[in-house]
C-alpha cells in the first residue's frame, strides 16, 4: 500500500486512520510525502517508513516562481516513478496536496484512492480525481464538485482512534480542571491561528470568571502566548491550560463544552464524534474551502460561524453568550453528533481492498 499525502493536517490525519483501517504489516506500506512537511514528523513517530519527493504548487504562485515549481514537479514525477517500479505497491491512497499530484501521474493504471476531506475540493483534488479510481468522500455535498457520478461513495470523515479513548471525566482530571464548571476549548489547527490567539488573550481576564480554558496556540505565537499566560493570577492559572501543541487532542475535545476554532476539514468529523458544539472562524487568507465546512455546520444547527475580521469586537460576548446557555448548547451538541461516521475509515479501507482485490485483510495492500 502506498500513501501519499501531505500539507495540513485534514488530509495527513486521515490517511493515518485509513492505514490503522486496513490493518497492514508496516511492511507492506510505504508513505511518501513532502520535503519538510508537517507530515514526515507524525508519520515516522508512528515509525511508519516514509520517503519525500519534490513537489510544490503551480496555482496563482506567480511568473517568478512558476518555473521553478514546474521543475519541482518534473523532479517529482521522476522520483514517483522510481518508487513505484521499486515499492510495487497493489493500490495507492491520496488524500490531498500537491505532493500527491506527481505520484499520481507516475501511477496512472495501479488502482488508485483519492479521499477528500473538506466539502469542496481544493483545485489539487479537482486535478488528481481525474486519475482515481475511486472517490471517497467526506459529506455527501462533495458530489456536485465531480461530474463522473459513478466514482463517488460517501464515507464520512475518518477519526483518529485514539480521539475515543478519552471520556469527559479522563479529560477533566487530566487537566486538571472541575466538573462544575463549563470549559472552553480554542484552538487555531496544527499551526496557530494569530487572530483568534491575539484576541483570546485579551478576552482570558473576562472568560476565566465564569468558565475554565484550553488553549492549543500553535507555534508561531507561543512565546507571546506563554508570556500572556504568566500575568495571570493563580487563581485565573488554575482554570487555563495552555500548550503550543498537544497530541492528546481527544482530551481537548473531550473536556470541551463548546470550542472556538477555525474550520478545516477535520470539524466535520472529530467535533461531531464528541458532540461538540463551535464557534468556527473561517481562515480569511485562502479560497473558499473552510466557509463552506462552517456552512454546512452551521445549516445544520451545529457551529456558528464568526468572521475573523469580527474577532475582535465579537469573540467575548458570543462565548459568553453560548457557554452560559446550556439549553442552547445541548441542541447545537446534539445536531453535531447527528453527523458523526465511526466507521468512516473502515468503508475507505473496505474501498481499497476491493479495488486492490483482496477480499481479506491479509497480504499486501
Keep these: 500500500?502506498?500513501?501519499?499525502?501531505?500539507?495540513?493536517?485534514?488530509?495527513?490525519?486521515?490517511?493515518?486512520?485509513?492505514?490503522?483501517?486496513?490493518?497492514?504489516?508496516?511492511?507492506?506500506?510505504?508513505?511518501?510525502?513532502?520535503?519538510?512537511?508537517?507530515?514526515?514528523?507524525?508519520?515516522?513517530?508512528?515509525?511508519?517508513?516514509?520517503?519525500?519527493?519534490?513537489?510544490?504548487?503551480?496555482?496563482?504562485?506567480?511568473?517568478?516562481?512558476?518555473?521553478?515549481?514546474?521543475?519541482?514537479?518534473?523532479?517529482?514525477?521522476?522520483?514517483?516513478?522510481?518508487?513505484?517500479?521499486?515499492?510495487?505497491?497493489?493500490?495507492?491512497?491520496?488524500?490531498?496536496?500537491?505532493?500527491?499530484?506527481?505520484?499520481?501521474?507516475?501511477?496512472?493504471?495501479?488502482?488508485?484512492?483519492?479521499?477528500?476531506?473538506?466539502?469542496?475540493?481544493?483545485?489539487?483534488?479537482?486535478?488528481?480525481?481525474?486519475?482515481?479510481?475511486?472517490?471517497?468522500?467526506?459529506?455527501?455535498?462533495?458530489?456536485?464538485?465531480?461530474?463522473?457520478?459513478?466514482?463517488?461513495?460517501?464515507?464520512?470523515?475518518?477519526?483518529?482512534?485514539?480521539?475515543?479513548?478519552?471520556?469527559?471525566?479522563?479529560?477533566?482530571?487530566?487537566?486538571?480542571f472541575k466538573a462544575d464548571l463549563p470549559t472552553l476549548a480554542v484552538t487555531g489547527g496544527s499551526k496557530g491561528a494569530r487572530s483568534i490567539n491575539k484576541v483570546v488573550m485579551k478576552c482570558l481576564p473576562e472568560w476565566l470568571k465564569h468558565m475554565q480554558v484550553v488553549h492549543l496556540s500553535g507555534h508561531l505565537d507561543w512565546e507571546e502566548v506563554e508570556a500572556n499566560a504568566q500575568t495571570l493570577s493563580a487563581e485565573q492559572s488554575k482554570r487555563y491550560q495552555v500548550f503550543p501543541y498537544l497530541h492528546e487532542m481527544g482530551a481537548v475535545l473531550a473536556t470541551a463544552d463548546l470550542i472556538v476554532s477555525r474550520a478545516g476539514a477535520s470539524t466535520l468529523g472529530e467535533y461531531p464524534l464528541f458532540g461538540l458544539p463551535a464557534i468556527l472562524v473561517p481562515y480569511p487568507y485562502a479560497w473558499r474551502y473552510q466557509k463552506v465546512n462552517a456552512g454546512f455546520l452551521e445549516d445544520r444547527g451545529a457551529a456558528v460561524i464568526l468572521q475573523d475580521e469580527l474577532l475582535e469586537s465579537e469573540l467575548l460576548d458570543r462565548v459568553l453568550g453560548l457557554i452560559q446557555n446550556p439549553n442552547t448548547l445541548s441542541r447545537m451538541s446534539r445536531a453535531m453528533s447527528a453527523l458523526a461516521t465511526p466507521e468512516a475509515a473502515h468503508m475507505i479501507a473496505a474501498l481499497i481492498y476491493d479495488m486492490a482485490g483482496t477480499p481479506g485483510r491479509e497480504g499486501k495492500a
Excluded: Q
Design 1 to 176: 500500500m502506498l500513501i501519499c499525502a501531505g500539507g495540513t493536517g485534514g488530509g495527513v490525519y486521515p490517511a493515518i486512520t485509513v492505514l490503522e483501517a486496513l490493518d497492514l504489516d508496516k511492511g507492506s506500506v510505504l508513505w511518501v510525502g513532502g520535503r519538510g512537511g508537517m507530515e514526515e514528523d507524525l508519520v515516522t513517530r508512528l515509525e511508519i517508513p516514509f520517503t519525500a519527493i519534490p513537489a510544490a504548487g503551480v496555482h496563482g504562485v506567480g511568473l517568478k516562481k512558476l518555473p521553478g515549481n514546474i521543475w519541482k514537479l518534473l523532479k517529482g514525477y521522476l522520483s514517483s516513478v522510481k518508487i513505484l517500479r521499486e515499492f510495487k505497491p497493489d493500490a495507492l491512497l491520496f488524500t490531498g496536496g500537491y505532493v500527491a499530484f506527481p505520484m499520481a501521474l507516475a501511477g496512472l493504471g495501479k488502482p488508485s484512492l483519492l479521499y477528500v476531506p473538506d466539502i469542496e475540493p481544493a483545485m489539487a483534488l479537482k486535478a488528481l480525481s481525474r486519475f482515481a479510481d475511486r472517490i471517497a468522500l467526506t459529506t455527501d455535498s462533495s458530489a456536485a464538485y465531480f461530474p463522473n457520478k459513478s466514482k463517488l461513495t460517501v464515507t464520512g470523515y475518518p477519526v483518529r482512534s485514539d480521539l475515543a479513548g478519552w471520556s469527559k471525566a479522563k479529560a477533566l482530571d487530566y487537566f486538571g
